[in-house]
């Protein structure tokens, strides 16, 4: 059974797969510009009204990033972690991927080199939703209780 939803963005080159609570934003184009910058703003911003909170961006078929790009990655970042939702970006092909780095933009992400990668991630870091205080058991050990 796959659980997951697939919407295409033809026009602009975009595409979104929902699965669960994350969404994908696959850009799907070699040169990523000030046009798909506009399209994938407005795709974040309606994703944070429908309260996804966990979201990818995948780079991985990019060849090149322009300026207005990565200025609404950077951008979108800070206002989506203002908004309690999680960012995770999917490296680029190499050449663009060096770019990242030198500007020093890859340190403001989370970057990992595929969409799986990315989604296990968000499963690595689940953490409870609100914990008990820590009680001690019978051997005197003191333990954490998490509740649900």
């Given at each position: ?58 780079l ?6 322009d ?27 190499d ?54």
């Amino acid at each position: 059974m796959n659980n997951q939803i697939i919407r295409g963005n033809i026009m602009h080159d975009i595409s979104q797969i929902y699965r669960g609570n994350v969404v994908t934003n696959r850009v799907n184009v070699l040169r990523a510009t000030i046009n798909e910058a506009s399209v994938l703003r407005n795709l974040l911003e309606e994703q944070i009204v429908l309260e996804f909170s966990k979201i990818v961006i995948d780079l991985s078929q990019c060849t090149h990033l322009d300026s207005t790009f990565l200025g609404v990655l950077v951008v979108t970042q800070k206002e989506l972690m203002a908004n309690g939702v999680e960012l995770k970006l999917v490296e680029p092909l190499d050449s663009t991927k060096v770019l990242l780095s030198l500007s020093g933009i890859s340190k403001v992400f989370n970057t990992y080199e595929t969409s799986d990668d990315a989604l296990r991630s968000f499963m690595d870091n689940v953490e409870p939703k609100e914990t008990v205080p820590e009680y001690e058991n019978n051997d005197g050990n003191i333990e954490w209780a998490f509740g649900r």
